[in-house]
């Protein structure tokens, strides 16, 4: 290559009159970068950038690196305990104490006075304590002036120190530790800490990153605890009994949606997949003789990423012998009203940051929608009977009429779907139920006449809130002659008859499952609910499938 071709790289190399264009000093700021991450390494350290490379050396001045990472070893003769039980045990304190304690967690703050005092702020678990570092106050020990200068170099935002000394309360009023050793480093941040993140790439890329930015994961977090736990004792103080079934199966039964799929290298390579939901395993155990029951747990389905969905989800069903769809719904009422109840009352001292829903009633009882009555009063329009084999040509011919969007594979539960999401789910802001849906929607439920619309309708509800969906709830059909025919009407709705019977499930039908209530509730969407999040991603520690699957890519 020409030398011209190259003058941009090392401008100064070269001798010219010409000033350094925008273009080529970003070009070459770029190659540097590109260069320093792949040369400035060692075994140890790895690829890293000036700043980083800046860091090293500060440390490697003070010790060796492999010294920045000790066992963690508590001090003879003082008590050990975290910032929660420090501030709780000396909070009331107005003067210095003679205990001795030893306390440690992440720099967030570091603020030199002079040569002899310094101030930290820590932090962990959410709590924060000042330490005040200061020479004169400092056991005296061979070498520790020395080892008080080091610490001032090398002590950064984002480090995690230990400290022993005094409980003691500031002129000013703050509860803080005097240092009666040196501080001690258990774990150098090697990175500059920002005060924001904004970068996407950064944030699905490096979520611990704006776990150190922000309070807003951890409060997320907190608040995802908090509705596990609530439904969890919940339910149990119900009478249910808290089970776990299988991730795996060769059938993802339960539900309709395309599953993961996998080979079991110890079977034969057979094929086997990921559940789409717990539904059919849980009655298999309705069935052997449980009575209440319920599950969290994960569920897969193998489609595609939207404000809403991941493939990857947090569920919780339950199934109680002999509840009907008036108990369901009651139950449903009671558990959210007081989950909604339980986080309000913890929400400014959990969770400050995250914002409470607005503009919700959430008041029992909560209204009801019937489907097929909702979307006729709202579209004007008359709905064919649902149960005659020309209904899906008689709903394209509605949507025509009514300028809809026809849906890709327009097929009866297609359609239908789509017009509860034009006319109906706009209605629900406040906690409303959509009741009696065609029985084309509900393969798993029980069915029946409804006098008023003269169609076949599941007795099945959903529950909506500011028009997204929570709970599907059901009478679950218990017969497997009728369980029969629902899957093989489910069957035809497939593309080109897809989908096979799960034989053995209606098998386990016919040993006999007593009248069952019962339903599933998806639980990242509480999370957003209650953290007034719109997207499913920014109430996931890691977000969704795109953001786990690049943090272990390469850049």
Known sequence: MSRPALSFLRPYLYRTSRALKPEHARAYLSVERRFIQTVAADAHTGPHDVEKQKRLEQLEKVKPLGDYHPRLVYPTGAESLSLRDFNAKYNGIQETKTDVISVFGRVRSVRLLGSKLMFLDIERDTQQLQVMVELKKLTVRPGFDEDFKDFKKVARLGDWVSITGNPTRTTTGQLSVVALEVPWVLAPCLHHIPEKVDNAETLARRPHIHALTSDEPSDILRLRALIYDYIRTYFIQSGFMEVETPMFDVNAGGAIARPFETVANELSNMPIKLRIAPELNLKR?????????????????????????????????????????????ARTEQLVHGLRTAIESLRSTYFPSLTAPEDIDFSQPFAQLPFIPTIEQESGRKLPDLSSPDAADHLRDMFLDLDIAIPPNPTLPRLLDTLAEVYIEPLCKNPTFISAHPEAL???????????????????????????????????????????????????????????????????????????????????????????????????????????????KTK
């Open 442 to 552: 509900s393969p798993l439920s029980k069915s029946y006449i409804d006098p008023t619309t003269g169609q076949r309708v599941a007795s099945r509800v959903e529950l909506f809130i500011h028009g997204r969906e929570y709970v599907n709830a059901y009478e679950e059909e218990n017969s497997p002659f009728e369980q029969r025919r629902k899957f093989m009407q489910q069957r035809d709705f497939h593309a080109e008859g897809e989908g096979a019977i799960d034989e053995s499930y209606l098998e386990a039908l016919e040993w006999g499952m007593p009248p069952t209530g019962g339903w599933g509730c998806g639980l990242d969407r509480l999370v957003m609910l209650f953290s007034s999040k719109k997207r499913i991603a920014d109430v996931l520690p890691f977000g969704t499938l795109r953001n786990v699957v690049s943090i272990a």
């Open 285 to 329: 155990l309705i069935i052997g003789g449980q009575d209440k029951i319920f599950e969290i747990g994960r569920a897969f389905r193998n489609e595609g990423v939207d404000n809403t969905h991941n493939p990857e989800f947090s569920t919780c069903e339950f199934y109680e012998v002999g509840a009907t769809l008036p108990s369901v719904i």
